[in-house]
C-alpha cells in the first residue's frame, strides 16, 4: 500500500530564516506531488505541483520554492520566512486513474509552522 | 480564478439527525468531485468520490448536479464521530487538472 511522509511535524521558527519540509512517498511510482498551505481557519491553498522529477508549477508567486529532485520526493524550501508563512503546510500525492481529472489525493500528516 | 463555494456553518445537530450539504462550483468544465473530511489539526482525508449516476457508502450519499453546477453529501443517522469539516474538491479540464478545493463546512453532532 502507498504510504506518505512528511517532516518535520511541527516547526518554530524565527522570521527571516531560511524552511526546508520534506515529503516522501512509499509504494507508487511517477506520483504527481502537491504543496498546500493552510492558514488558521482558512481553506488549503495550492502552492505547487509537481508531475515529474524537476518539474514543478508554481500556483501562488511567493517567497517560497519547491524541488523534486527524485521521483517520490518533494521539497519545499523558503531562504527567508515571513511571519505570513506561518501555516499547516500538507503534501498531497495522486495517480491518474480514469484519465483526465480523476486524480484522487492522498494527504499526509503535515508540518505545522509557527514563524514567530 | 474559478470558484468552488461551501456554506462554512457550523451545521449544529443531534445525533441522529440527518444532515446535507452542497457545494457549488464555476466552471462547467469541471470533471471530477470529491469529499473529504478534515478532522481539527489534521490531514484532510478521502470521504468519497461524487460520480454523475450518485454513489452511497453506508450513511454517506453523494449526488452531483451538473446542470446546477453543484454537488451535495447527506449524512444520515448522524454520530458524535461525524463531528468535522467537509471540504469538497472539484478537478477542472485542462491543464494538469489541478484541483480546487472548497472553504469547508464544519458540522458538530450533539448528544
Known amino acids: 500500500s502507498q504510504t506518505i511522509h512528511q517532516w518535520p511535524a511541527t516547526l518554530v521558527q524565527p522570521v527571516g530564516s531560511p524552511l526546508s519540509l520534506e515529503c516522501t512517498v512509499e509504494?507508487?511510482?511517477?506520483?504527481?506531488l502537491y504543496w498546500y498551505r493552510q492558514a488558521a481557519g482558512r481553506g488549503l491553498q495550492l502552492l505547487f505541483y509537481?508531475?515529474?522529477?524537476?518539474?514543478i508549477s508554481s500556483e501562488v508567486p511567493q517567497n517560497l520554492s519547491a524541488s523534486r529532485p527524485q521521483d517520490r520526493q518533494f521539497i519545499l524550501s523558503s531562504k527567508k520566512l515571513l511571519l505570513s508563512d506561518s501555516g499547516f503546510y500538507l503534501c498531497?500525492?495522486?495517480?491518474?486513474?480514469?484519465?483526465?481529472?480523476?486524480?484522487?489525493?492522498?494527504f499526509g500528516p503535515g508540518t505545522r509552522l509557527t514563524v514567530l | 480564478r474559478k470558484e468552488v463555494e461551501q456554506d462554512p456553518g457550523p451545521f449544529n445537530v443531534p445525533e441522529g439527525a440527518t444532515v446535507a450539504f452542497n457545494c457549488t462550483y464555476s466552471?462547467?468544465?469541471?470533471?471530477?468531485f470529491f469529499w473529504y473530511r478534515q478532522d481539527c489539526r489534521k490531514e484532510p482525508k478521502l470521504l468519497m468520490s461524487?460520480?454523475?449516476s450518485g454513489n452511497e457508502d453506508g450513511r454517506f450519499t453523494a449526488q452531483l448536479n451538473r446542470a446546477s453546477q453543484y454537488i451535495s453529501l447527506l449524512i444520515r443517522d448522524s454520530k458524535l464521530s461525524d463531528s468535522a469539516t467537509y471540504l469538497c474538491?472539484?478537478?477542472?479540464?485542462?491543464?494538469?487538472?489541478?484541483?480546487?478545493f472548497g472553504r469547508g463546512t464544519s458540522l458538530i453532532v450533539h448528544p
Open positions: 466552471n462547467s468544465a469541471s470533471q471530477s
Open positions: 498531497a500525492w495522486s495517480v491518474r486513474r480514469g484519465g483526465p481529472g480523476t486524480d484522487t489525493q492522498y
Open positions: 509504494g507508487t511510482s511517477n506520483p504527481n
Open positions: 461524487v460520480y454523475s
Open positions: 474538491v472539484v478537478n477542472y479540464l485542462g491543464g494538469s487538472y489541478i484541483p480546487t
Open positions: 509537481s508531475v515529474g522529477i524537476g518539474q
